[in-house]
């Protein structure tokens, strides 16, 4: 086994070949959200419930957050420096290096691009340097697709979601995370060499709405979750987590991770 693939290796789960990434990256351009205030009692409460595979995270909160009671994986994301407070969300640029990331101990690292958007070109080939760095240190490169403001209808286009995700593939990504189309989503896991994970966005109005949009990505063949606010945003996010890790993992049935979340409630309270 090479270096990539024992880092790959911690970030999928081996009985599946599926991973349930927890995102909690989004402090470093929306400031501190609600349920990502007290990022150090987040990350230690879904920990504790040893369903997070991996973790995508920011040097700061790596920093400040970490480590958990597990061993879970880790991707550092080396991309930013744009806030919702600046003109352009998408002006994104790396923020750190691969060899941060080895220091680290991270098992892959992750660069925004965003298709569509006037930053496309300086962030793909921002994304298809690091991918040469990766290479040079068999580290996995997360691409994570992302879209301009203009392009928001655009996050429901499977034709234009699968250009995203083939685009990022062919700039040098071995893991894609992009949004979940309700329609035609396996053109978008057809069309892509690497695999792909989902993006949770804004959070869905019921925790049941989440289950629905990760079990169709799985059956449409994503190969996972990078989900960050539908998790850490319910108010139930460990019998959330239950029910997800059952729809990734052990292939259940909406009808079944829907008791499974019941049940987990019930134990709760
Ligand atoms: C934040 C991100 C997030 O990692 C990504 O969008 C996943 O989180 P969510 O499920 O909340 O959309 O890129 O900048």
Redesign the pocket.
Known sequence: MEGLDIRLSRIFRRESGRALVV????G???GPMSGLTNIKETVARLDATGMVDTW?LTKGILRYAFPTRGCPGIIL?IS?GATIAGPELTREALTGTVEEGLAAGADGV?V?AFIGSPYEHETLTGLARVAGDCRRWNMPLLG?V?VGKINEDKKQDPRFIALGARVAAEHGADLV?TYYTEKDFDRVTAGCPAPVL??????CDTDMDTLKMIYGAIQGGARG?????????SPHPEALLAAVDGIVHKDLEVKEAEELLQECKNKKS
């Open positions: 995102a909690v990256d989004h470093m351009a929306l995508l994301r930013g992750a925004s994570v992302g995370k989902i993006a949770g966005g804004p959070k979750i990078v989900m960050g606010r539908n998790i850490w945003q």
